[in-house]
Each structure stands twice: as structure tokens, then as C-alpha cells.
């Protein structure tokens, strides 16, 4: 069955627009698979598109599947002489090699102990080898990426709700954000780190963002208001 973005799709769907438009270059995100000449739904779920070329199929699932690109918020359960092993929830758990952060060499490892949190990026994600994570980005510098502070609050949800607040048309984060200052780190394995100013704000943020899953866009600025509002009259 042929069908197009915004449908509800089942496996071996064929996605029309994709396989008949051949000079145009895509990405297939999850859910979606080359078959020979065609697209094919690997998932159940609606299709979804971006930026006119980025296509995945957005489904509610519990367990993450890792994809190359994407950035993950994981837990470092093991160091094994030159590597690190990374909870991401897959599973599989991934290697972290203490030369994918900024500046580091064999001489001048980086401080990664058991159970800190990262905030990767996946380099390698596929059927037949283990995830690989790094924490630079292609010109080698951390950004965002690296070591989580301990003092941060982190919590797990639904696959589904990180790309709901990650969309553009989600208020969610743009209020909080010039409301409430904090830093946040959004894993797309359903891994969030938040860190405020204080506890009651840094657990304030965490309870918005999984009441966010079953809120219209509405009920979502109206929840951002009040929480605003409970705040300062705390201060």
C-alpha cells in the first residue's frame, strides 16, 4: 500500500513520494528501510518529514534503537582499559573511547568514573556492531557534549514524548527556557538531565516536561503559566 507523510503506516508500506522522486537526496530515519529501488515502512506508526528531505516513522516504542547521528543521554557502567561502557537503554550497551572527548589524549585522559552521565553523540549504530559514542562534534570540540554534573536531576520517558518537545511547534521548552533559567540535555533514547537554580525549579522542569506527553499545545502554555507563576510567589 502506497502511502504518504501524516498516514498511519504498517509494515511493507510503500512510500510513494520518496521512491518515485529519484533525484532527490533523503534521509531515512527510524522506522524506514532501502528495499532495492523503493521505501519501505519497517514500523508501525504515522510517517513524519522535516526539512523536506528528512523522513522517519514517529511511533510509541520502549525500547531505543540506536541511530547513527542522534545524541543520547546515557550512564557509564563500566571502564574497560581504553573504553568506557555507556547505559543508552538499547540493547546493546555502548563503548565510549576515552579519546572521544575534547582535548584529551593518551597522556591526558579525561575524569570518567562509574556512574556519571554523558551527553553523547552516536557514530556507529547498526545491526552488526555495538553502538559507538563520542562527545565532540565533526571539528572535535565538546559544545554541549561531554560529562553531565551530578547536581543535575535525571529522569526517563517515552521515546515519544522527547520528539514531542523537541518539535518546533512545541512551546513547551521556549517558555521554560525564558522563564525559568536551567540547562537541559535531551537524549533521543528517552534520557532528560535538567539543572535549575535550586531543587524545587530543577524538579519543576522535569514534572512539566513528562506532564507535556498528553497536553495539546494549549494545555501546554497554559501548564508552563502556572508553574511560572508558583515559582515566584516561592522566591
Known amino acids: ?23 532527490k537526496r533523503v534521509i531515512l530515519g527510524p522506522g524506514l528501510r532501502l528495499n532495492v529501488d523503493q ?24 525500547r531505543y534503537i540506536p ?15 581504553e573504553v568506557f561502557r555507556v547505559d543508552i537503554g ?8 576515552y579519546l572521544a572527548f575534547e582535548g584529551a589524549t593518551k597522556k591526558l585522559r579525561p575524569d570518567v568514573n562509574v556512574g556519571d552521565i554523558v551527553f553523547a553523540r552516536l ?3 547498526s545491526r552488526d556492531m555495538e553502538p559507538e559514542l563520542v562527545c565532540v562534534d565533526s ?19 517515552s521515546l515519544n514524548l522527547v520528539r514531542k518537545i523537541l518539535r518546533q511547534n512545541c512551546p513547551l521548552l521556549k517558555i521554560l527556557g525564558h522563564e525559568i533559567p536551567h540547562e ?13 537554580r535550586n531543587v524545587r525549579a530543577t524538579i519543576a522542569l522535569g514534572h512539566a516536561i513528562l506532564a507535556a506527553e498528553h497536553l495539546t499545545k494549549e494545555e501546554i502554555i497554559y501548564m508552563c503559566d502556572d508553574i511560572v507563576n508558583v515559582l515566584s510567589r516561592m522566591q
Not at 538499547?90 to 573511547?97: F, K, M, N, P, T
Not at 535531551?186 to 532528560?192: E, R, T, W, Y
Open 39 to 62: 521505501v519501505l515502512i519497517s514500523k508501525c506508526g504515522i510517517l513524519r518529514m522535516k526539512n523536506a528531505n528528512v523522513y522517519w516513522v514517529d511511533s510509541h516504542q520502549k
Open 139 to 157: 571539528y572535535g570540540k565538546a559544545g554541549k557534549l561531554g560529562i553531565l554534573s551530578p547536581e543535575g536531576f535525571t529522569f526517563s520517558c
Open 123 to 125: 557514530i556507529t549504530a
Open 184 to 196: 537541559i540535555a535531551i537524549g533521543m533514547n528517552g534520557k532528560v538531565w535538567v539543572k535549575a
Open 90 to 97: 538499547s540493547s546493546d550497551q555502548a563503548s565510549l573511547s
Open 67 to 81: 541511530s547513527r547521528g542522534e545524541t543520547v543521554v546515557g550512564v557509564v557502567t563500566n571502564k574497560s582499559g
Open 1 to 23: 500500500m502506497d502511502v504518504s507523510v501524516g498516514d498511519v503506516v504498517l509494515p511493507g508500506d510503500k512510500v510513494c513520494e520518496i521512491s518515485e522522486d529519484q533525484k
